[in-house]
């Protein structure tokens, strides 16, 4: 399976989305477990859209599904006879595992700077009070004195310029901006802000016979149902990819094969939060790239033609049959082994010679 997660803090180079990145246990308890505690056991990716079974085992909705439609087991326990109306979504998980995406390379870093910091210990001298004093005072203004000067118990301060109360971390900004107030950017709602995002082709999709919808259809969120293809009827087929619009080439095993992998990515994504679910442009770009895999080893194939290959292969096939025949050795190939091995050779003395008398 593809990868998948990727943290959202990418400003720290060090993620590279594996347990091994933190230090050992003894050095950093627990971080490198609980990294791996949040990780698919048959993906070894952080979860997506998380499901637990009734054995409480927890995997990723897509990985499961695709693991039982070939066999309904337990990947990790091994129970028998479980199957995809036994999948449960586990909510509380896939919120820690956003939350641990968000600041896992944060960790990481405080982890790497308090490693520098031991390599490199600060200086063992003091600089000298009056040195400090001195120094800081040059070629810095006077701060108004009396009341306006002082910090306020809520952490604001007077503008040394204007003499405006503004926040003390703020105040290095304020005077970059010569005393204007900033302007505030209107409140979008969170319905527009998802839409900036997923762009526009998440808001409908053509179903049907073309007729365009502008708000959710309230059958996307239901899951889709297996079918019973046997009774179905290619045109069938390709009606249930239409209302999808997705293609409808290929012979039947094909059509089949894309809506049954098309039904598994559709549900898999129901399993996230509404936050975290994909466009259905983006499933079908995951259905697009998961067909493309799947015929690579196919068109290997069709190109190989079996009795021309044994035809061009056929002095290579005689050579590895000669080879695997057991070989009779001669006396004088038997001497020669001798006389290689280190044995000396045979005198006409040390023969000897039976009288039949």
């Known amino acids: 399976m593809v990868a998948k997660a990727a943290s959202s803090s990418g400003s720290f180079p060090m993620d590279i989305a594996d347990p091994v990145d933190f230090p050992e246990n003894t050095k950093a308890p627990g971080l490198r477990a609980l990294d791996s505690a949040l990780r698919c056991p048959i993906c070894g990716e952080l979860f997506d859209g998380p499901v637990t079974l009734v054995c409480g085992h927890c995997f990723c909705s897509l990985c499961i599904r695709q693991t039982l439609s070939q066999k309904q087991a337990c990947p990790t326990c091994r129970k028998p006879d479980v199957n995809e109306g036994h999948l449960r979504v586990n909510t509380s998980m896939e919120e820690a595992v956003s939350a641990w995406k968000d600041g896992r390379a944060f960790v990481l870093q405080m982890i790497a700077d308090r490693e520098a910091a031991a390599t490199n210990p600060p200086l063992s001298k003091k600089r000298k009070l009056s040195e400090v004093v001195e120094s800081d005072t040059l070629g810095v203004a006077e701060l108004p004195t009396s009341s306006s000067g002082e910090l306020q118990s809520d952490g604001m301060c007077a503008c040394p310029l204007c003499g405006k109360s503004v926040k003390m971390r703020m105040i290095n900004e304020h005077i970059d901006r010569q005393c204007e107030d900033p302007v505030e950017k209107p409140i979008r709602s969170s319905k527009a802000q998802w839409q900036d995002i997923l762009g526009p082709k998440s808001q409908a999709t053509v179903r049907g016979k073309g007729k365009g919808k502008t708000s959710r259809d309230p059958d996307e969120d239901e899951p889709l149902p297996k079918k019973s293809y046997g009774v179905l009827k290619d045109k069938q087929i390709r009606e249930l990819l239409q209302e999808y619009d ?14 049954t992998q098309w039904v598994t990515l559709f549900n898999a994504n129901l ?13 079908r770009k995951d259905l697009h790239q998961w067909e493309t895999q799947q015929q690579k080893p196919k068109l290997k194939q069709e190109i190989q033609d079996p009795i021309e290959y044994q035809r061009q292969q056929r002095s290579e096939f005689d050579r590895l049959v000669a080879a695997a025949r057991p070989k009779y ?11 290689d091995r280190g044995a000396p050779p045979s005198r006409e003395s040390d023969v000897i010679v039976l009288d039949n008398d």
């Open 246 to 259: 997705l293609p409808t080439h290929g012979d039947r095993n094909t059509l089949i094969n894309r809506h």
């Open 271 to 283: 399993d996230k939060s509404e936050k975290f679910r994909q466009s259905i442009e983006s499933l």
């Open 329 to 339: 050795s001669t006396p004088q190939d038997t001497q020669e082994h001798t006389q």
